[in-house]
């Protein structure tokens, strides 16, 4: 069964980073380009940025662009998502979501197929 | 950057009743490149349609999804109680174009 697991909710100071965690099983980890998202409370869907095991290339919305890193453990089908210099406004659901685009075998679909159940960050001081 | 506009904002309806949801683009996109997710209260949002038509896996064939251009359209042609939530479309393009509608709210009338 594919599945993504991501760790658990975190409460942060202004200033602080935030490292959150999405573990993949059930399919070709390398395969598919893993994406994250967040959500303001109230708001709508965000797209921070992806990470491509075929290129290994990671590529970010001019918005987080420096202030966000988005890594991978192919060992332990692991991606891990940073968020430096945190404000209150970072306070959000964050998401990852698996691409449907198989690189592999270049095919699948255009869209984010597989989501994780979702990493709740609140930021207060 | 694409952005997407939808409409309405809250859609109020029954169960039974036919529900459009309408997503407009800030310039033309290709068929290839537009998605629907559906979100319920406390869930991650899921995928309905890809490609402007395509049905993800498992999901009813009373959604359907058309469109083009500058112009898509989401169709739950009979609304169950479960349908009732929040959709999103979305532009797939290549980053960072993955942009997101505002989203539209159908809820029991």
């Known amino acids: 069964q594919v599945n993504l697991v991501q760790s658990g909710t975190e409460v942060k100071k202004p200033g602080a980073s935030v490292k959150v965690s999405c573990k993949a099983s059930?399919?070709?980890?390398?395969?598919?380009?893993i994406h994250w998202v967040r959500q303001a409370p109230g708001q709508s869907l965000e797209w921070m940025g992806r990470i491509n095991f075929g290129n290994g290339q990671q590529k970010y919305s001019e918005k987080f662009q420096g202030r966000v890193t988005i890594t991978g453990d192919a060992s332990a089908t692991t991606v891990f998502m940073e968020v430096r210099s945190l404000t209150s406004e970072d306070t959000a659901a964050y998401y990852c979501?698996?691409?449907?685009?198989?690189?592999?075998?270049?095919?699948?679909?255009?869209?984010?197929?597989?989501w994780g159940q979702g990493t709740t960050v609140t930021v207060s001081s | 950057e694409i952005v997407l506009t939808q409409s309405p904002g809250t859609l109020s309806l029954s169960p039974g009743e036919r529900a459009t949801l309408s997503c407009r683009a800030s310039?033309?996109?290709?068929?290839?490149?537009l998605a629907w997710y559906q979100q319920k209260p406390g869930q991650a949002p899921s995928l309905l349609i890809y490609?402007?038509?395509g049905r993800a896996a498992g999901v009813p064939d009373r959604f359907s999804g058309s469109g083009s251009g500058t112009d898509f359209t989401l169709t739950i042609s009979r609304l169950e109680p479960e349908d009732f939530a929040v959709y999103y479309c979305?532009?797939?393009?290549?980053?960072?174009?993955?942009?997101f509608g505002p989203g539209t709210k159908v809820d029991v009338k």
């Open positions: 059930g399919y070709c980890f390398t395969c598919y380009d």
């Open positions: 979501a698996r691409d449907g685009w198989n690189y592999d075998i270049l095919t699948g679909l255009n869209g984010f197929e597989i």
């Open positions: 979305q532009h797939y393009g290549d980053s960072p174009q993955f942009t």
């Open positions: 490609e402007t038509s």
């Open positions: 310039q033309s996109v290709s068929k290839s490149f």
